[in-house]
C-alpha cells in the first residue's frame, strides 16, 4: 500500500485518521473526536511516520472535531514531535480549527511557539488545502 495516493498510517474510529495524500503531497490528519495520551502518541508518530516514508513538507490537520488534549500529552508533543516532524522535512502546517474554542485556543497557543515552522489556521479544509498549495518562499 506504500506506493498508493492514499496510505493510511492510524485510524481509530471516534479518535482520527492520518493518511498520505498523494496528490497534494501532503500528511491528512482528520480527527473525529477525543484522543487520549496513547493515542495522541500514536497520531503524531503516523505524522512524522508519512513525513519521513514520503520526505514531505506539508502537513492539514482537520481539527474541527478535536476535543481538550491532555496537558501532559501537548508538553511532550512540543519536546518531541515538532524536533521530529521538522527534521523529517515539515515547512508548512495548515490547521483548520477545533470547533470546541478550548481546544482551539490550547492549539493556537502551542503551535503559536512553533517559529521555525510556518503555521495558518483556517474555518475550511478547502482553505487550507489552497493555503497549503502555494509554493514556498
Known amino acids: 500500500m506504500a506506493g498508493s495516493d492514499r496510505t493510511v498510517y492510524f485510524e481509530r474510529p471516534g479518535v482520527a485518521r492520518v493518511t498520505w495524500d498523494g496528490p497534494r503531497r501532503s500528511v491528512l490528519v482528520e480527527w473525529a473526536g477525543a484522543a487520549d495520551s496513547a493515542e495522541f502518541t500514536a497520531i503524531l508518530d503516523a505524522e512524522v511516520r508519512a ?3 514520503h520526505r514531505g513538507a506539508r502537513l492539514l490537520a482537520d ?4 476535543g481538550v488534549l491532555d496537558a501532559s500529552a501537548q508538553d511532550r508533543a512540543d519536546r518531541e514531535w515538532l524536533p521530529q516532524a521538522l527534521a523529517a522535512g515539515l515547512k508548512r502546517f495548515a490547521v483548520v480549527l477545533p470547533t470546541a474554542r478550548l481546544a482551539a485556543v490550547n492549539l493556537e497557543d502551542r503551535l503559536g511557539r512553533a517559529s521555525a515552522l510556518e503555521v495558518c489556521y483556517f474555518a475550511t ?5 489552497t493555503w ?3 509554493p514556498f518562499e
Do not use: W
Request: proline share 0%.
Open 51 to 53: 513525513l519521513n516514508e
Open 125 to 129: 479544509v478547502n482553505e487550507a488545502r
Open 132 to 134: 497549503l498549495a502555494e
Open 63 to 66: 481539527c474541527r472535531r478535536q
